[in-house]
């Protein structure tokens, strides 16, 4: 009598793991983009509490933090000093980060003086969770050139900082110490806008919007790396410096074009949009198909590279931005 012998052929065992390579290959991106949703909710908290902590600011003070705060002399006037104070070190106490705003004294030291003081400059280059989408693969602090800060007044030497996946609504075209009437967001240089200044509605005028850190074309070469800073800017002599914790509508939503204008605008590397929070505090994901103006001197055939040369906002993008220019839209 025969014995028959237990176990697999070499086929049945190809076949099992013929069909467990299947499985996994379907699985695999349902997992991935479930990781990317709890990411993206993250960030959607982030926002969420950045707006609230605005609120809460304007609650305190009757108005909402400057974009950066010049330095001024006892008349006045504007002084020559590097480095300025960012509206991300004004709402520390509303995130939650009382010790930090503290010791970093802000407000009271000029910034370029705790960049040049060791145990400061150390506090501000301690990353925080709150200015961070998880999504996004930034350093933990920025080591872009125009996102550093003069460490002195001559400039001499230049000190990294937390990087910061959020910025604030400052233009409809470039980033601007005095935003021209009709063009202007929330938030500008020394200026504190109230709830009574955005004519156009808090749930439609962006506040904060995400900047993501890498822009790469679609063959992977890398563009440009920006994202912004939590704390401050290291100049205000050209608007790459400035961008550090502001956005503008000056070039489309996650624009691929090899341009320094691209570290102006608003990006995320969430799929098909950005994340914003909007001065009612309302979180919203934008997508990047809302409408953008066109001109004949945008380009549309460089790496989807869509630039508004002239300032208009004669679109439903730059309106989300714009608080005055007396033509509200909801949000599509």
Same mark, same amino acid.
């Given at each position: 009598?025969? @014995?028959?012998?237990?176990?697999?052929?070499?086929?049945?065992?190809?076949?099992?793991?013929?069909?467990?390579?299947?499985?996994?290959?379907?699985?695999?991106? !349902?997992?991935?983009?479930?990781? &990317?949703?709890?990411? @993206?909710?993250?960030?959607?908290?982030?926002?969420?509490?950045?707006?609230?902590?605005?609120?809460?600011?304007?609650?305190?003070?009757?108005?909402?933090?400057?974009?950066?705060?010049?330095?001024?002399? &006892?008349?006045?006037?504007?002084?020559?000093?590097?480095?300025?104070?960012?509206?991300?070190?004004?709402?520390?106490?509303?995130?939650?980060?009382?010790?930090?705003?503290?010791?970093?004294?802000?407000?009271?030291?000029?910034?370029?003086?705790?960049?040049?003081?060791? &145990?400061?400059?150390?506090?501000?280059?301690?990353?925080?969770?709150? *200015?961070?989408?998880?999504?996004?693969?930034?350093?933990?602090?920025?080591?872009?050139?125009?996102?550093?800060?003069?460490?002195?007044?001559?400039?001499?030497?230049? !000190?990294?900082?937390? /990087?910061?996946?959020?910025?604030?609504?400052?233009?409809?075209?470039?980033?601007?110490?005095?935003?021209?009437?009709?063009?202007?967001?929330?938030? #500008?240089?020394?200026?504190? !806008?109230?709830? @009574?200044?955005?004519?156009?509605?808090?749930?439609?005028?962006? !506040?904060?919007? #995400?900047?993501?850190?890498?822009?790469?074309?679609?063959?992977?070469?890398?563009?440009?790396?920006?994202?912004?800073?939590?704390?401050?800017?290291?100049?205000?002599?050209? /608007?790459?410096?400035?961008?550090?914790?502001?956005?503008?509508?000056?070039?489309?939503?996650?624009?691929?074009?090899?341009?320094?204008?691209?570290?102006?605008?608003?990006?995320?590397?969430?799929?098909?949009?950005?994340? *914003?929070?909007?001065?009612?505090?309302?979180?919203?994901?934008?997508?990047?198909?809302?409408? *953008? &103006?066109?001109?004949?001197? /945008?380009?549309?055939?460089?790496?989807?590279?869509?630039?508004?040369?002239?300032?208009?906002?004669?679109?439903?993008?730059?309106?989300?931005?714009? @608080?005055?220019?007396?033509?509200?839209?909801?949000?599509?």
């Amino acid at each position: 009598m025969k @014995r028959s012998r237990s176990g697999f052929t070499l086929v049945e065992l190809l076949v099992v793991i013929a069909i467990i390579g299947i499985l996994v290959g379907l699985l695999l991106p !349902a997992v991935q983009a479930a990781r &990317e949703a709890a990411r @993206r909710m993250q960030c959607s908290n982030n926002l969420k509490q950045i707006g609230l902590a605005l609120h809460n600011y304007h609650d305190t003070y009757k108005k909402f933090p400057a974009a950066w705060l010049s330095n001024k002399g &006892e008349a006045g006037v504007k002084t020559t000093d590097k480095s300025y104070w960012g509206w991300g070190a004004s709402i520390l106490p509303f995130v939650e980060q009382q010790p930090l705003f503290d010791a970093l004294q802000v407000g009271t030291i000029k910034l370029h003086d705790a960049a040049n003081t060791p &145990e400061l400059l150390a506090l501000m280059q301690t990353p925080l969770a709150a *200015f961070r989408c998880p999504s996004d693969i930034a350093p933990d602090f920025n080591t872009h050139t125009e996102r550093k800060l003069h460490s002195g007044l001559g400039g001499a030497s230049d !000190a990294q900082i937390a /990087t910061s996946n959020y910025v604030a609504s400052n233009d409809t075209w470039e980033p601007r110490d005095d935003p021209r009437a009709g063009e202007k967001g929330p938030f #500008e240089e020394n200026d504190n !806008a109230s709830f @009574r200044d955005i004519i156009d509605g808090t749930s439609n005028t962006i !506040a904060v919007g #995400e900047r993501r850190w890498q822009h790469r074309a679609p063959n992977g070469n890398l563009r440009i790396e920006a994202a912004g800073t939590v704390f401050g800017i290291g100049d205000k002599k050209n /608007t790459g410096w400035t961008s550090a914790v502001v956005g503008t509508g000056i070039v489309k939503m996650n624009t691929l074009q090899d341009s320094w204008r691209c570290q102006q605008g608003f990006s995320s590397v969430h799929p098909g949009g950005a994340m *914003f929070v909007f001065c009612d505090g309302s979180v919203h994901f934008v997508g990047d198909t809302v409408e *953008f &103006e066109m001109n004949a001197e /945008t380009d549309v055939a460089s790496a989807n590279y869509q630039m508004n040369l002239h300032g208009g906002y004669d679109n439903v993008y730059n309106k989300l931005i714009a @608080r005055d220019d007396g033509r509200p839209v909801v949000l599509p």
